[in-house]
């Protein structure tokens, strides 16, 4: 009996502008330094990145406060900011194989200086009078502004930073040789 195929990972981009995110997918699976890697799409537009370490692993199983005393991961923010057992769409049960216990090592791309794609969408009438009385008392919405203009970063940029993530992985730990 052929297992059944996960479901596909799609996130509404109603009220969304035009920008670099039209055509792109909302999840890619990928193998790199022989690491699970995928992008995946939050349903507010900003892409994440992750990366599985099988069990075995001296990351695996580590919570993301523990991954921040290691030594500094090359992923976009400086830190890791998800750490987690599969649970989908942060899951390689697809075309990956079926390695059960990977743990996800992950990264978002909604950091100060990011464009979250549904910031830039038209504000709803609460929002708008919220921003309005702050500007009336000299005040900003934090981190919204930027967030709103800020860069984006594509799928092909959050997948370059999960390959650099898998090699270092692969770096700080790597498999045994092969049995001859």
Same mark, same amino acid.
């Given at each position: 009996?052929? %297992?059944?195929?996960?479901?596909?990972?799609?996130?509404?981009?109603?009220?969304?502008?035009?920008?670099?995110?039209?055509?792109?997918?909302?999840?890619?699976?990928?193998?790199?330094?022989?690491?699970?890697?995928?992008?995946?799409?939050?349903?507010?537009?900003?892409?994440?990145?992750?990366?599985?370490?099988?069990?075995?692993?001296?990351?695996?199983?580590?919570?993301?406060? %523990?991954?921040?005393?290691?030594?500094?991961?090359?992923?976009?923010?400086?830190?890791?900011?998800?750490?987690?057992?599969?649970?989908?769409?942060?899951?390689?049960?697809?075309?990956?194989?079926?390695?059960?216990?990977?743990?996800?090592?992950?990264?978002?791309?909604?950091?100060?200086?990011?464009?979250?794609?549904?910031?830039?969408?038209?504000?709803?009438?609460?929002?708008?009078?919220?921003?309005?009385?702050?500007?009336?008392?000299?005040?900003?919405?934090?981190?919204?502004?930027?967030?709103?203009?800020?860069?984006?970063?594509?799928?092909?940029?959050?997948?370059?930073?999960?390959?650099?993530?898998?090699?270092?992985?692969?770096?700080?730990?790597?498999?045994?040789? %092969?049995?001859?």
């Amino acid at each position: 009996m052929k %297992a059944a195929s996960p479901p596909r990972w799609t996130v509404d981009r109603t009220g969304w502008p035009a920008g670099p995110w039209d055509g792109e997918p909302d999840r890619v699976a990928f193998t790199h330094a022989g690491f699970a890697c995928l992008v995946v799409r939050a349903p507010q537009g900003h892409l994440c990145g992750y990366v599985g370490v099988p069990s075995g692993h001296p990351f695996h199983g580590l919570d993301r406060l %523990a991954l921040w005393r290691l030594p500094s991961l090359p992923v976009h923010g400086g830190l890791p900011t998800y750490a987690r057992a599969c649970d989908w769409p942060i899951c390689h049960a697809d075309a990956l194989g079926a390695e059960p216990a990977l743990w996800w090592i992950g990264f978002d791309c909604a950091h100060r200086g990011d464009l979250v794609p549904a910031l830039r969408a038209p504000r709803n009438q609460v929002a708008a009078e919220v921003a309005a009385l702050l500007t009336r008392l000299q005040m900003e919405m934090p981190h919204e502004d930027e967030r709103r203009g800020g860069v984006y970063r594509t799928v092909e940029a959050v997948r370059e930073n999960c390959e650099r993530l898998a090699e270092a992985l692969r770096a700080l730990h790597p498999p045994p040789p %092969a049995r001859r």
